[in-house]
């Protein structure tokens, strides 16, 4: 049988939380590489966000949904460093990390949302209302459970409406039978598009041992 590491991909002495959308399984070689910065974490998180339900067969049939697929797996990757990086700013305070620290962290949340919000803008153009709607519905979640992780740093009057409490792994399951609905059928345009083979991990790690990013 394969041997398994479960790795953190914001590092555990950052977050101190097993949090799923943190997690993911390695072999002990790419494990190794990771901790050892030949692997960024932007490129872990894309790696996650490609293991999903989505069936290969479909996009062989329909290959002109490779790049609407590219488009929400970069969406999500995003969503998940941008709620990692609240956690590591929480553990950061917490540790009693100085002011620079809390600042860096703090920017990269900031650009881990603005890169979200982007990918959003990008899969909206190419998707259905309903798959945009609900997009945008986990874009506000993100934004109220970050603040919330994060101790109220964002000042309520700018965070969206919603719920006291968001299901944001519920909320992604809904998500993905709708991408999946998409991706069994044909595009209203057939376009040219030749099918590509998934993304390996290895594919992440150049011949010089750093990641690709």
């Known amino acids: 049988m394969p041997i398994l590491e479960i790795a953190h991909i914001q590092r555990w002495e950052e977050v101190r939380q097993h949090e799923f ?22 490129s872990m998180l894309q790696y996650k966000a490609n293991l999903s339900p989505f069936s290969p067969y479909a996009l062989a049939a329909h290959p002109e949904h490779i790049d609407f ?7 999500r990757a995003f969503i998940q460093m941008w709620l990692a990086g609240a956690l590591a ?3 950061a305070k917490q ?3 100085s002011s620079s ?5 703090f920017e990269a949340v900031g650009q881990a949302a603005e890169e979200a919000g982007y990918a959003l803008l990008c899969l909206g153009a190419v998707s259905p209302a309903n798959v945009s709607k609900l997009a945008d519905q986990i874009l506000d979640a993100a934004m109220r459970s970050s603040c919330k992780t994060m101790d109220g740093e964002t000042p309520a009057a700018f965070l969206p409406t919603g719920p006291a409490s968001d299901d944001i792994p519920a909320m992604w399951a809904d998500l993905d039978h709708k991408i999946h609905e998409v991706i069994n059928k044909p595009a209203p345009k057939t376009l040219k598009v030749m099918p590509r083979r998934p ?4 594919d992440l790690v150049d011949k010089g041992g750093h990641g690709e990013g």
């Open 199 to 202: 993304i390996l991990l290895e």
């Open 21 to 42: 959308e943190n997690m993911i399984a390695l072999c002990p070689n790419c494990h190794t590489l990771f901790d050892r910065g030949h692997i960024d974490r932007l």
């Open 69 to 75: 697929l590219a488009t929400y797996q970069k969406f």
């Open 95 to 97: 540790q009693g990390s």
């Open 101 to 105: 620290e809390l600042r860096r962290r």
């Open 89 to 91: 700013f929480r553990a």
